[in-house]
Nanobody
C-alpha cells in the first residue's frame, strides 16, 4: 500500500512557474513508476508526465512537453513536477499516481495503469 500526498499547487499568473511535490509513504517507493495527471472541470483526466522507478526514463503529454519536467528523489520518497511557462489552459486539479510495475510502458499514459492515487492539488493560472 502506498499513500500519496500532493502539495505545491496555487494561483499563478500566465508565464509563471510552480513546482508540485508528491510525497509517498512506504518503503517500496523506489520500485514504483510515478505519474502526474490533471483534470479540469467537465473534462476527462489527462496524462501529464510519468517517470520510471529509477528516474532514468520519462515521458510527457503533448500539451506540456518542453514546459514541464518530472523528477524524483527516491531517498526522500518524493516525485516532483516542475511547471514553467504556465498557461491558463493548465488550470486543473493535479494528481500524482503510483504504478507498481516500475517501468514505463505505453499504458503509462492511461489512468488505468496506476494502482494508487493522491487527493490532488489545485493549480490555477490566471491570464
Amino acid at each position: 500500500q502506498v499513500q500519496l500526498v500532493e502539495s505545491g499547487g496555487g494561483l499563478v499568473q500566465a508565464g509563471g512557474s510552480l513546482r508540485l511535490s508528491c510525497a509517498a509513504s512506504g518503503r517500496t517507493f523506489s520500485s514504483y513508476a510515478m505519474g502526474w495527471f490533471r483534470q479540469a472541470p467537465g473534462k476527462e483526466r489527462e496524462f501529464v508526465a510519468a517517470i520510471n522507478w529509477s528516474g532514468g526514463t520519462t515521458t510527457y503529454g503533448h500539451s506540456v512537453k518542453g514546459r514541464f519536467t518530472i523528477s524524483r528523489d527516491n531517498a526522500k520518497n518524493t516525485v516532483y513536477l516542475q511547471m514553467n511557462s504556465l498557461k491558463p489552459e493548465d488550470t486543473a486539479v493535479y494528481y500524482c499516481a503510483a504504478d507498481d510495475g516500475g517501468d514505463l510502458k505505453y499504458s503509462s499514459r492511461s489512468p488505468g495503469a496506476y494502482d494508487f492515487w493522491g487527493q490532488g492539488t489545485q493549480v490555477t493560472v490566471s491570464s
